[in-house]
């Protein structure tokens, strides 16, 4: 549980150099040969001492326990015996007697391994000299089997040797000065290479000036005090502590996904051009053996660690030892993919008896191989690496350049803190410019990727490439480092990555988006292409890429990387990074007793509290960082119950930084009076039962493996088909895949042959790739929409307008006659009005022709089609027919569907070849089939009410109930924006995902936030920019609408929360409440998180809550319920003793009309009850319905959801399952009816009075968006 325990600056701190027996021995030979005469003396450097936490500790109390529980010690003399090597014997055979008795009692960290560290202390070797050398410093990072790095700061400094052997003096007093290297190394977790380098300079005067036996206790002393640092949370919180003369600051990671920075990233720029830096990361994205050689030791590793920052949240997974002792050259000779780092010297060594390196001097930018001057890789491609050199152009890496015209600062401190300032912007900049590089590099990975089944078709991602960038790509698909960032994709992590993607994704879908279907290349595109001065009859043939879905907005990567030199715009590099909060520890004690160290956690624990106070009702961000902090100093001072507290306060606060082993072990770890203290509290019950259930779960296997698509070698099942035609990334939605099916298979088999299947994929694939290749003429493109896509192309034939080829898109129909840059508009799908098959005669034969009638030209257009005719006439009809029901219905996903039908219609046909093969493909005419059996028109009153239909499981497999809907207006997350936002529809649908539209434009902004696994039951919207979302598993989820992520948790709740009210009057109001179904009703303060009052109401099941001129309005399934603010009941509303059997599903207050509406769940009535006079309440019959499922109020109109009544059986899946009703508040009559959903209708939602949404059940899924009149 080692791993689990509060995070320190410090994890070790070991002192190596020569053993006192070797330095006795030197001392002695030199008064006989001055060492001067034969130069600097090599000694074999050792581990002189082991300093690790606890520093301080009490008899009787298990403080000490809190820093030791569970860490595996051992004496490192022991562990030296253990691992004898040559190397170490002559250490281990010249240790003092002096060094028996301190060795056998110091414990080391299982991380720590002593064996290579005096060698990497040493990299050049230990020297004895007649003159004191310079302080140096160099940094090492450890890294063990698992991947887990370890990071250090080394300080060489010599030590006068003489003075430490008194006892042999000279005999004339004068003898020989002597001077020994010692290495300092200060060992940590986290890469704080600039705060442990700028701690040990701030002791260096301590360590020089001290005698040699006394180093111990001096850097015992400075080990103790890093050791009382705790490391900083992910998020805006840095910490700052003193060490005289210096202030020093840990700056923290920007999320828990991001690394910890402290270094200065613009080394890397500094050593190498951009050319060369290009050719390093391509080198490193392809897994190549790479050494770094320089003269400075120090400049190794930081540059090594930048470059792998660059790679960012690609992540290095083979060996990596940026430092290499001169004993340890061995290594280079690894077969694997490796980073390490030598010393210059090695330089021609290294290069003439090892084969197949990349070499790179930092000294002076030099880049090339251990067989050639040049490295014989392929590069970057090349409009990424384009807009990285571009970008390289704006970085100002001279500090003294930056600031030549601000004053000179007369304090140490002051300088630094510039410094760090402008380090800390550069870095944030270097970050954005290589974060968008991988970006430029890995975009379309994402579209190729098939989430459910974690598939990636590399062979089609393969083929989207420019011929240039394929065997890049090729090299880099095949490594572990591009495998574990696939993993992370598939896993939908939501780091800088996934942030960086989406947010220029997004701008892409706002600048197309009126685009349907992206499947092929638009006009808009093809206009890009011809201005970059890509000709049509050069343009490259090449197969389209596999696309998980026709209406997938995700998919639009048809352009050319060279069309976009920069993805990104260059303001959204240059936005500042996010402010950070300074918390500065309290000054280190001066004694470090137990009490003194005591004191000095009092101390801070106190300033903490100060800072949690400050911010309480002003930032969450800050506030859950300060909890974090509090509750691991709580724990260090093994206040155990206060450290629960903190943390409970936390996981309501930020779950992405609760620290869940270190809670575990911390209620594992109480005692009886503490747990019986804890259980007394709620909350903290809560917490205790919340960490027991999560640990009783039993943990299966973690599905993280990636599978690379290949087309089946055995016969297909309708499951196994499925599975294959979703992994290809030809279709989702299974209902079609049945269909497919279906139409590949006979009566008899049910199977499809694996050949069939091969065919059938190839076809769809040369189809895509063909539509490419289609050259418009100009004035064709000039008349097309940008949108539109040529998605079929006939064979030259003879058409009543002349000879030519018909084109379709998913608009018209075009006809591009034989010989002439020219075109006509044969018609537009919505203008059809007939379409039938005729025969034309020709010579004694009468040739098959397809006829097409519309409304915008008297003649019918006759096109001879021969053998393509019937497969034509299917592809029209259906087209015809989506169209149609997508313009009366509203809905753009019948078009898309429809589409969908006609390219698998005639993959099926290619792939067939045979008599059948229009049979089969007619099974697939899914809308000209159903246009028989559900009417393609809708009512007129529906249909001039009805503005539009959205999918929010068009993501999906199959469509999901549509829970909860909530319109957010656009201020909800404008505060503080500087910049309007668009207003949002956040949609709950089923296992907890929630999915945002943006509400201007209806397109996903968000396609999925996991908000638990259980049904959502409710949600609200705060002006503190929150929604807060109530689960069928009694917590309360709260999504932040800046970075659309759920990282805060109520559970104060028992049963499901099933409502959610605030004061609408308040424009900041900070109350909410909170239902459950057990009657359940809680006042939060919404700044603090905080439950200020809790009561109960007697009742079968409490539903809703509403707030209405000051007064709680809750409804239960038997009654509706007025209560105070303060949870006394006023009064209680049922139905009619001739109803009394029925129950409440929703209800209305209408105080101004002095009425309350309530609809029955399981009756079609409404019933309006009179709260101001006795007056009897009114029963409204709603037609045709048989349960009220829903109610809202807009301006005079009260909008009800209703399921149908059923007439003379059920109406399966047909219309007219459900209805929307809308009826007169004053005259109680039914307005409209109107239909649009085929399963029932489960909630409503406002948006400004202006428009009414509905969302339905699974069997339809939909959401349809009303006008108000």
């Not at 050792?46 to 403080?63: G, I």
């Not at 008297?858 to 393509?868: C, R």
Request: aromatic share 8%; glycine share 4%.
């Amino acid at each position: 549980m080692g791993e689990h325990l509060p995070p320190a600056l410090l994890e070790a701190c070991v002192v190596v150099g020569a053993s006192s027996e070797k330095l006795r021995e030197v001392h002695q030979s030199s008064l006989q040969s001055p060492v001067s005469d034969k130069g600097p003396l090599m000694l074999e450097p050792e581990v002189l001492h082991v300093l690790a936490p606890p520093f301080v500790s009490r008899l009787h109390t298990d403080c000490e326990l809190v820093r030791s529980h569970g860490r595996r010690r051992r004496s490192f003399i022991r562990k030296k015996k253990e691992h004898l090597s040559s190397a170490a014997a002559a250490s281990v055979q010249g240790r003092t007697a002096a060094e028996h008795r301190v060795s056998e009692d110091v414990s080391v960290p299982k991380d720590i391994d002593l064996v290579a560290l005096p060698q990497l202390c040493f990299p050049g070797g230990l020297q004895v000299t007649s003159e004191p050398g310079e302080e140096r410093f160099h940094f090492l990072v450890f890294t063990d089997v698992f991947g887990n790095k370890t990071f250090s700061a080394v300080m060489q400094c010599f030590k006068a040797v003489s003075e430490d052997f008194s006892q042999f003096p000279n005999q004339n007093g004068t003898g020989p000065r002597l001077f020994s290297a010692f290495s300092f190394c200060v060992i940590s977790k986290y890469p704080y290479f600039t705060a442990l380098k700028d701690s040990l300079s701030c002791y260096l005067s301590h360590l020089k000036s001290c005698r040699i036996s006394d180093l111990e206790d001096k850097v015992k002393e400075f080990a103790a005090k890093l050791a009382l640092v705790p490391a900083p949370p992910p998020g805006n919180v840095h910490l700052m502590f003193t060490l005289r003369p210096l202030t020093i600051t840990l700056p923290s990671a920007e999320d828990r996904h991001s690394p910890t920075v402290d270094l200065e990233l613009h080394l890397p720029f500094l050593c190498l051009r951009p050319q060369q830096l290009l050719q390093v990361l391509s080198c490193l994205l392809q897994e190549q053996r790479v050494v770094l050689f320089s003269a400075d030791w120090a400049r190794l590793t930081l540059v090594a660690e930048s470059l792998l920052l660059f790679l960012w949240p690609l992540s290095w997974q083979h060996p990596y030892v940026p430092v290499l002792a001169r004993g340890m050259l061995d290594f280079l000779m690894a077969p694997t993919a490796f980073l390490m780092g030598c010393h210059i010297s090695h330089f021609e060594e290294v290069a003439s008896e090892t084969d197949d390196l990349v070499l790179i001097n930092l000294d002076n930018g030099g880049v090339s191989t251990s067989c050639s001057e040049t490295v014989d890789l392929p590069d970057i491609p090349a409009s990424a690496a384009e807009c990285f050199s571009q970008r390289c152009q704006s970085l100002q890496l001279q500090f003294d350049l930056s600031h030549c015209h601000s004053p000179s600062s007369t304090d140490i401190n002051e300088h630094r803190a510039q410094r760090r300032m402008w380090q800390h912007f550069l870095n944030h900049d270097i970050q954005k410019i290589t974060l968008e590089l991988i970006v430029n590099i890995f975009r379309d990975v994402c579209s190729h990727l098939n989430y459910e089944h974690r598939v990636f078709n590399s062979k089609e991602f393969l083929k989207t490439r420019e011929p240039n960038e394929q065997l890049f790509y090729t090299k880099v698909l095949e490594t572990h480092i591009f495998h574990s960032f696939l993993k992370d994709r598939l896993n939908k992590k939501m780091d800088s990555f996934a942030r960086m993607e989406l947010s220029t994704r997004s701008e892409m879908r706002r600048m197309k988006a009126k685009v349907e279907v992206f499947r092929r290349p638009t006009m808009q595109e093809i206009q890009a292409r011809r201005k970059s001065s890509v000709t049509d009859n050069l343009l490259l043939k090449r197969q389209g890429m596999s696309l998980p879905n026709l209406g997938d907005h995700h998919t639009l990567n048809f352009h050319k990387h060279s069309l976009l030199p920069k993805i990104i715009p260059e303001l959204a590099l240059k936005s500042p990074p996010k402010p950070a909060r300074i918390f500065k520890l309290p000054d280190f004690p001066t004694s470090l007793s137990f009490h003194s160290v005591q004191s000095y956690y009092t101390e801070l624990i106190q300033h903490l509290s100060k800072a949690i106070f400050s911010v309480q009702h002003e930032n969450f961000a800050l506030l859950a960082r300060f909890y974090y902090l509090r509750g691991l100093i709580n724990t260090l001072c093994s206040r155990r119950v206060d450290a629960l507290s903190d943390f409970q306060n936390l996981f309501k606060t930020d779950t992405d930084i609760f620290p869940t082993p270190l809670v575990t072990w911390l209620v594992d770890s109480l005692h009886r009076d503490e747990r019986q203290q804890a259980e007394r509290r709620p909350e903290l019950k809560r917490l205790i039962l919340k960490v027991k259930t999560e640990n009783e779960k039993i943990l299966g296997p973690t599905n993280d493996h990636v599978k690379k698509f290949e087309l089946p070698r055995k016969h297909l099942i309708l499951g196994d088909f499925v599975r294959c035609v979703q992994e290809c990334g030809i279709v989702k939605d299974i209902a079609t895949i049945h269909r497919l099916f279906g139409a590949l298979t006979d009566d008899q088999t049910k199977q499809v042959d694996p050949d069939l299947f091969r065919d059938f994929y190839t076809f769809w694939k040369e189809t895509e790739a063909e539509a490419q290749d289609v050259n418009l003429p100009s004035e064709v493109i000039e008349h097309l929409d940008n949108s539109e896509c040529v998605y079929k192309l006939s064979s030259c034939v003879k058409t009543s307008h002349g000879v030519g080829k018909i084109a379709m898109t998913q608009k018209r129909l075009l006809l591009l006659p034989e010989g002439r840059a020219s075109f006509m508009e044969v018609t537009k799908f919505r203008d059809i009005q007939e379409v039938r098959v005729s025969s034309a005669p020709f010579l004694l034969l009468r040739i098959p022709s397809l006829r097409i009638k519309c409304s915008i030209r008297p003649e019918v257009f006759e096109a001879n089609l021969k053998t393509e005719t019937e497969l034509w006439n299917l592809i029209v009809k259906e087209m015809w027919t989506g169209r149609k029901m997508a313009d009366q219905h509203k809905d753009p996903q019948y078009m898309n569907q429809a589409l969908t039908n006609v390219l698998l219609m005639d993959a099926v046909v290619g792939s067939l070849q045979t008599q059948k093969s229009i049979t089969a493909a007619s099974k697939l005419a899914f809308f000209d089939q159903i246009k028989h059996e559900v009417p393609m028109m809708v009512s007129k009153v529906t249909s001039d009410t009805l503005k539009h239909k959205i999918n929010p499981s068009q993501e999906l497999s199959e469509p999901q109930t549509v829970h909860v809907l909530l319109y957010t207006p656009g201020q909800l997350t404008c505060s503080g924006s500087g910049s309007e936002m668009n207003p949002k529809l956040w949609v709950a649908l089923s296992g907890g995902r929630v999915v945002v539209f943006d509400a201007t434009s209806w397109s996903i902004l968000q396609d999925c936030i996991m908000v638990g696994e259980a049904q959502l039951n409710c949600m609200l919207g705060l002006v503190q920019e929150q929604v807060w979302i109530g689960s069928k598993d009694s917590v309360i989820y709260i999504i932040d609408t800046h970075s659309m992520s759920c990282n805060k948790q109520l559970a104060e709740h028992r049963q499901e929360v099933t409502g959610l009210a605030t004061d609408t009057r308040e424009q900041r109001s900070q109350v909410m409440y909170s239902c459950s179904c057990d009657g359940t009703i809680l006042l939060w303060d919404s700044l603090s998180l905080k439950v200020k009052r809790q009561f109960h109401l007697s009742c079968t099941r409490l539903s809703s809550i509403q707030i209405h001129e000051g007064s709680l309005w809750c409804g239960c399934v038997d009654s509706i319920v007025e209560m105070k603010k303060s949870g006394t009941p006023q009064r209680r509303i049922v139905l009619p003793d001739d109803f009394r059997s029925r129950s409440f599903s929703c209800f209305i207050v209408m105080l101004e009309e002095g009425q309350l509406w309530a609809g029955c769940a399981d009756s079609g009535d409404l019933f309006v009850f009179s709260m101001n006079s006795r007056r009897s309440t009114k029963r409204i019959s709603l037609p045709g319905s048989s349960s009220v499922t829903c109610m809202i109020q807009v301006k005079n109109q009260i909008w009800v959801g209703c399921r149908a009544a059923s007439s003379g059986g059920d109406l399966g899946e047909g219309l007219g399952r459900s209805q929307v009703l809308v009826l007169d508040s004053e005259t109680h009559s039914v307005d409209k009816e109107l239909q649009a959903h085929t399963d029932c209708i489960q909630t409503m939602c406002s948006a400004e009075d202006r428009y009414v949404l509905s969302g339905s059940a699974r069997g339809d899924g939909k959401i349809a968006i009303w006008k108000v009149e």
